[in-house]
């Protein structure tokens, strides 16, 4: 691709490093399986995945404070894209939010929620 540009160009390159597409599809999917087949309070008390997956990161820590006009700070979920947490963060957290979730449901829902779909897949 460098090839192509005249030589002597200036130009503005950003290196990093990949996030495994598969995981946060992995991440989503947990949220939302747990909210519809987990303990039936999880999906009464945060219905979509994206309330659940805020309230995971405030309860970790995976935050950031923003200090409030009147004085008050107060703490929202970081940003989980892929330019703005790098992949060992977000394995960090996906660990952690894992662990979270076992003690919610009183069980490790990541392997039955991947058996689920590789039944599908072998059906």
Avoid at 23 to 45: D, F, H, S
Wanted: glycine share 8%; net charge negative; charged share 25%.
């Amino acid at each position: 691709m460098l090839e192509t540009f005249p030589e002597g160009c200036d130009l503005n390159v950003t290196v990093s490093r990949a996030r495994s597409l598969r995981q946060n599809n992995t991440y989503w999917g947990l949220l939302a399986w747990v909210i519809e087949n987990g303990p039936e309070w999880i999906g009464r008390k945060w219905p979509e995945a994206d309330h659940l997956s805020d309230a995971l990161q405030i309860d970790l820590g995976y935050v950031r404070y923003v200090g409030m006009f009147g004085g008050e700070v107060r703490a929202f979920p970081e940003s989980k894209s892929f330019q703005e947490m790098p992949q060992d963060k977000f394995n960090r957290y996906f660990t952690a939010a894992q662990g979270r979730l076992t003690e919610m449901c009183n069980y490790d829902p990541l392997p039955v929620y991947l058996a689920r779909g590789r039944e599908r897949t072998a059906a």
